[in-house]
């Protein structure tokens, strides 16, 4: 199983291909279109590994944005005992989910790639028998 470890949004996220994350909100990005990390620190699979100081140049991971959207309200309530004083604020913090479809190598050849699920409807041959009276 191939992996690689991207850097966006000031964390760190550890990513396979094929897989959908919710990362920090990416401004300026439409639904359904590519996006490319270039700030990779590490990438390989079971046999191999391979570790940038700090980042890999010329490496990267292709992803489709999937939607930007919101959290659920964060509640913050503060309140000064004996003084009549109290405060109560909500934040939706702002996520961008993602799903990655490519892992490049350092030469620019593809290390690993997203499968395409389709789904295959078997139809069921229906016989009608007569009812036994």
Same mark, same amino acid.
């Given at each position: 199983?191939?992996?690689?470890?991207?850097?966006?949004?000031?964390?760190?996220?550890?990513?396979?291909?094929?897989?959908?994350?919710?990362?920090?909100?990416?401004?300026?990005?439409?639904?359904?279109?590519?996006?490319?990390?270039?700030?990779?620190?590490?990438?390989? *699979?079971? %046999? /191999?590994?391979?570790?940038?100081?700090? &980042? +890999?140049?010329?490496? $990267?991971?292709?992803?489709?944005?999937?939607?930007?959207?919101?959290?659920?309200?964060?509640?913050?309530?503060?309140?000064?005992?004996?003084?009549?004083?109290?405060?109560?604020?909500?934040?939706?913090?702002?996520?961008?989910?993602?799903?990655?479809?490519?892992?490049?190598?350092? *030469?620019? %050849? /593809?290390?690993?790639?997203?499968?395409? &699920? +389709?789904?295959?409807? $078997?139809?069921?041959?229906?016989?009608?028998?007569?009812?036994?009276?």
């Amino acid at each position: 199983m191939s992996f690689a470890v991207i850097q966006t949004g000031g964390k760190q996220y550890k990513v396979k291909t094929g897989e959908i994350l919710k990362i920090e909100k990416l401004e300026k990005v439409d639904a359904n279109s590519k996006i490319e990390f270039k700030e990779i620190l590490a990438y390989g *699979d079971d %046999k /191999i590994a391979e570790v940038g100081s700090p &980042k +890999i140049d010329g490496a $990267k991971v292709e992803a489709n944005l999937v939607k930007n959207g919101k959290n659920r309200t964060i509640l913050i309530f503060k309140k000064r005992r004996r003084k009549n004083s109290r405060r109560k604020n909500g934040h939706r913090q702002e996520f961008s989910l993602i799903k990655i479809n490519k892992i490049f190598s350092k *030469d620019g %050849k /593809i290390f690993s790639e997203a499968e395409e &699920k +389709i789904k295959e409807i $078997k139809k069921k041959e229906v016989t009608k028998e007569p009812k036994a009276k």
